[in-house]
């Protein structure tokens, strides 16, 4: 069996090479890079597994990098790492498709659970896939291109948004436990997660509006139920 490659991103050398050496003693293929500038050339070279990605680089910061790997790959697991605290910081990386957010100091075992979590994330979704598209109302939901189209007009949705359409889709009619949602897509419950959940649906409600049929209700204190 091929080990999980890991492209790590870290500009604190003596950080870096500790945290690099403990994967790779414990079974992973570490490729690092301190350099934001340089990382997507890497990216594009070793085709990795998982991209753990600290947000203050030199040249171009996390958020940029993520944002150009997510151009190339919507499906490639990204996890960032910050020793920053505001909310917007953590709204903005899952804006750009980030599936986990570890804030420093960290321990190797809280980020090989996360490494984990994220592969088995994404494995439990190419599972579940069985179609290019579905029709969601007046809508035509594009899964694999993240794309929502009404025939006029064609929208780009997020890698977030999309996984989250697709999770409401699949459960339509049912109530789902807001928790659920949150481990699901977020790999925890987390109040900053929570906090990111609220922004995307009510996203989703702005998209889905000129179509009076759809409905995301939230059910207070449990979950959603999307009512097609």
């Not at 500009?11 to 050496?21: A, C, P, Q, T």
């Not at 498709?97 to 592969?119: C, T």
């Not at 409401?168 to 897509?185: G, H, S, T, V």
């Amino acid at each position: 069996m091929s080990k999980t490659k890991i492209f790590y991103v870290e500009d604190e050398l003596f950080l870096g090479k500790i945290v690099k050496e403990s994967l790779e003693s414990r079974g992973y293929e570490v490729v690092m890079e301190s350099d934001g500038g340089k990382a997507l050339g890497v990216f594009q070279k070793i085709k990795p597994d998982v991209c753990v990605l600290d947000i203050m680089l030199p040249n171009k910061d996390g958020f940029t990098v993520a944002d150009e790997i997510r151009e190339l790959n919507e499906d490639v697991p990204i996890i960032f790492l910050t020793a920053k605290t505001q909310t917007e910081d953590v709204i903005k990386g899952f804006s750009l498709g980030a599936n986990d957010y570890i804030r420093k100091p960290f321990s190797i075992e809280e980020l090989i659970v996360r490494i984990q979590n994220a592969l088995r994330s994404k494995k439990e979704e190419a599972e579940k896939i069985t179609a290019d598209s579905v029709s969601v109302g007046k809508f035509n939901f594009h899964i694999k291109r993240q794309l929502l189209t009404d025939g006029r007009e064609d929208r780009k949705l997020s890698f977030r948004e999309s996984a989250l359409l697709k999770l409401l889709y699949e459960n339509r009619d049912k109530i789902i436990d807001r928790k659920d949602i949150l481990n699901l897509l977020w790999g925890n419950d987390s109040f900053f997660n929570s906090r990111n959940l609220d922004v995307y649906v009510t996203k989703l409600r702005s998209y889905l509006k000129e179509d009076p049929s759809l409905e995301i209700i939230t059910i207070k204190g449990v979950g959603y139920r999307f009512v097609m």
